[in-house]
């Protein structure tokens, strides 16, 4: 347990914005309050940073001179921020053609989902659900080999009619590759070339993730899995860790890795200036809980 001692009251007024000046929120932090910044998707896409359509947008129109004339095109709708960006990492080293599908797209039905062999959907959403059903039967018609896949289930909660005609599939091992590393990225694109469109080559499983999870600092090589690990590095860089303020940021390990790490960056360094002890944590597997109420923010 902590020392009780506390500072007398205040309030700070706190502009934190990321490193290329992408994303701003105002904070109001008082020193006698526990706080938990929590960041989720919405409030990273919307408030703090890119929307995964934008970051999306902005790749699908910058030129891209490496990009393979030919090869299996497969799409993506709906994914993280960030992660789009990782994919086109490797369309060269496998001769693959990817593009990114926005929102506004499907609500204005102006995609031709035939001109693809596969498409991937993470989020979709339930109010394009009459586009969609337009936008699939078309393109089944004129592309009978045409496989769409359903990445997390959210196609099967919004377009259940879809799926149940099983125009649109899952496959269970797809989303052991989304979302968890770039490495997971290219091996999950290796598995749908292998699996889906023919080409020889063996299948690599997904690396394992870390269920766990752990306590993040943009200071320090990867993540502490143990909050008297984090308290005692941080006191060896002279830290008050007894009598300091504490904040924890709670963060999905998809926006950590992928979408803007540099949001959470800025948050702990806009605590640090203030004399706050902050650190961040992934928002999952069994011991999340367990070290919020540790680490006692």
């Not at 109001?28 to 359509?53: D, F, N």
């Not at 929102?103 to 993470?122: G, H, K, S």
């Not at 289930?153 to 899952?170: F, S, Y």
Request: with cysteine; hydrophobic share 35%.
């Amino acid at each position: 347990m902590r020392s009780a001692r506390r500072s007398q009251p205040q309030e700070w007024r706190c502009s934190i914005t990321t490193g290329d000046g992408s994303g701003a929120m105002i904070l109001r932090l008082s020193a006698a309050l526990m706080l938990c910044v929590c960041w989720q998707q919405a409030v990273a896409g919307e408030t703090l940073g890119t929307a995964p359509e934008q970051g999306a947008a902005r790749s699908e129109e910058a030129h891209r001179t490496d990009r393979p004339a030919d090869g299996p095109a497969i799409a993506f709708v709906g994914l993280h921020g960030g992660v789009f960006e990782q994919l086109e990492r490797f369309e060269s080293e496998l001769g693959v053609r990817l593009e990114y599908i926005k929102d506004e797209q499907i609500a204005a039905e102006a995609v031709d989902l035939a001109a693809y062999q596969i498409v991937f959907l993470q989020h979709v959403r339930g109010e394009d659900r009459d586009h969609y059903r337009k936008l699939v039967a078309s393109a089944k018609e004129r592309n009978p080999d045409l496989r769409i896949f359903s990445i997390s289930g959210g196609a099967e909660r919004r377009l259940p009619d879809l799926t149940k005609r099983g125009l649109i599939e899952h496959d269970p091992e797809i989303r052991k590759y989304y979302g968890s590393s770039p490495e997971n990225l290219r091996r999950l694109l290796v598995y749908t070339l292998v699996t889906y469109l023919g080409r020889p080559g063996p299948v690599e499983p997904p690396e394992e993730r870390d269920e766990h999870g752990g306590l993040y600092h943009p200071d320090h090589e990867g993540l502490f899995t143990e909050v008297q690990e984090f308290l005692r590095w941080a006191s060896q860089r002279g830290q008050d860790v007894q009598a300091a303020p504490r904040a924890a940021i709670a963060v999905h390990s998809t926006h950590l890795t992928f979408q803007q790490p540099k949001v959470v960056d800025a948050l702990i360094r806009e605590f640090e200036k203030h004399g706050v002890l902050a650190v961040a944590m992934t928002d999952f597997g069994s011991r999340y809980e367990e070290r919020m109420l540790e680490f006692q923010p």
